[in-house]
C-alpha cells in the first residue's frame, strides 16, 4: 500500500491555496480601503464634530417668578427652539445637554446655554430644573424661556409640547 498522495488530492490542495490567497487578497483590498476613514474617525476630536445650538438664560428675580403665568400654548407656540435633551453638566462656564428631539429648531447634537457669570448660571438651572437628568427646553431668539416653559421632563410638560409643536401642525387647517 502507497501512503503517497494521489493526483486528486494535490489538485484538491492546490485550488484550496488559490481559494485562501484570493480571499486574503480581497481581505486586504477591503483594508486599504478603510484605512483613511480609520485614520479620520481616530485624529478626529470628539467635541469639535459635534454641532451645537448655544442659547443664554438668566435668573429670575423674585418679582418676574411671582408673576409667572401660566404657560399657555400660545406662549410656548412663539419659541424660536424647543427640543428634549439629557443635561450632562457644567464646563467653561457653559451647561451642555444632549439632545434627543427637536420640537423646533435645531438640528443639533447638543444644547449649549451660558449665562452672564457662573453664579448666574447656576442659579439660573436651579431656578428652571433644568441641572439634573432629562429636560424640555424651550427658547425664544436664544433666550431660554422660564416660568414652566422650560423644565425637568414630566409627562404633563412632554405632553404639553407634543399638543404645542406636533400635533397643531399635523392637525388638518379648515
Request: hydrophobic residues 40%.
Amino acid at each position: 500500500m502507497s501512503t503517497r498522495p494521489g493526483p486528486e488530492s494535490r489538485a484538491v490542495n492546490t485550488s484550496g491555496k488559490w481559494i485562501l490567497t484570493a480571499f486574503c487578497l480581497a481581505a486586504l483590498a477591503v483594508f486599504a480601503l478603510l484605512v483613511p476613514s480609520v485614520r479620520e474617525w481616530l485624529a478626529r476630536d470628539d467635541d469639535s464634530q459635534l454641532s451645537a445650538i448655544e442659547l443664554t438664560i438668566s435668573p429670575a428675580t423674585s418679582k418676574e417668578v411671582d408673576a409667572c403665568a401660566p404657560v399657555s400654548q400660545d406662549a410656548l407656540d412663539r419659541a424660536t427652539t424647543a427640543v428634549t435633551g439629557t443635561y450632562e453638566g457644567i464646563s467653561d462656564g457653559a451647561a451642555t445637554f444632549v439632545a434627543d428631539h427637536w420640537f423646533r429648531g435645531g438640528p443639533a447634537e447638543r444644547v449649549v446655554i451660558s449665562s452672564s457669570s457662573t453664579a448666574n448660571l447656576d442659579r439660573a438651572l436651579e431656578q428652571a430644573q433644568l441641572n439634573t437628568g432629562r429636560v424640555l427646553i424651550a427658547s425664544r431668539s436664544g433666550e431660554v424661556l422660564l416660568c414652566g416653559a422650560s423644565g425637568p421632563y414630566t409627562s404633563d410638560l412632554a405632553s404639553f409640547y407634543v399638543q404645542t409643536y406636533e400635533q397643531r401642525t399635523a392637525s388638518p387647517t379648515s
